[in-house]
């Protein structure tokens, strides 16, 4: 078991404990299974599906996180369990994706919930799998994202990184800003701390990714 795993079922009741250990033994079994792929929906995802309902709405991510991991959940999977998800149960999905998928080909979901105007999709989409595959067109439109619809950008995973010395999301920056300003609108103080970073050392020749 996972130590993720482990400090759910520490704070599980017993009822909620036991529905867990039998929604992660579904979930390694299909994992293990050599036709996973195939035939009706699998137990696992009947449980992924009602995990708020068994463990309260404040332990459903970890709950949705951790079956997701036991079961090995790959692109198709989650892809799958995002488009016929709640709101929910795609944040979860969101949430899980450094975990579960080593390449781009979950890019669809986060650029889907970057879409959204809901707020906690917004904020999970923008972690360290976008921080990782999104490209600079992609990631610096998801930080204005933010911005537009109050996301604290704290939720961008690697923001230090990823938005020091880019001239070109510090002119998208000052263009937002001059925009709110004309409309008699305040400029939110993250706007002003990722120019701050967007500015130092920037490169204009920086090439683009």
Avoid at 26 to 44: E, I
Avoid at 136 to 143: E, K, T
């Amino acid at each position: 078991m996972t130590d993720s795993a482990a400090a759910l079922r520490a704070a599980l009741d017993d009822t909620s404990r036991a529905w867990l250990d039998r929604a992660l033994d579904q979930a390694t079994s299909h994992a293990k299974s050599s036709d996973s792929t195939q035939g009706p929906t699998p137990p696992w995802e009947l449980r992924f599906a009602e995990a708020g309902r068994r463990c309260g709405a404040a332990l459903a991510d970890p709950a949705r996180q951790v079956l997701l991991q036991a079961a090995e959940a790959g692109p198709a999977t989650v892809t799958r369990l995002y488009r016929q998800g709640t709101a929910d149960e795609r944040r979860a999905v969101l949430l899980s994706l450094p975990h579960l998928v080593h390449g781009p080909q979950a890019l669809p979901l986060t650029e889907d919930a970057l879409r959204t105007n809901d707020p906690r999709l917004v904020a999970a989409a923008v972690g360290p799998y976008a921080a990782a595959h999104l490209d600079a067109h992609g990631w610096r439109h998801a930080i204005l994202k933010c911005l537009f619809i109050g996301v604290p950008v704290a939720a961008a995973a690697h923001l230090d990184v990823r938005a020091r010395g880019d001239a070109e999301l510090a002119r998208m920056l000052d263009d937002y800003a001059a925009e709110r300003s004309a409309a008699g609108r305040s400029v939110p103080d993250d706007l002003h701390r990722v120019r701050t970073l967007a500015l130092a050392d920037a490169e204009p020749s920086r090439k683009e990714s």
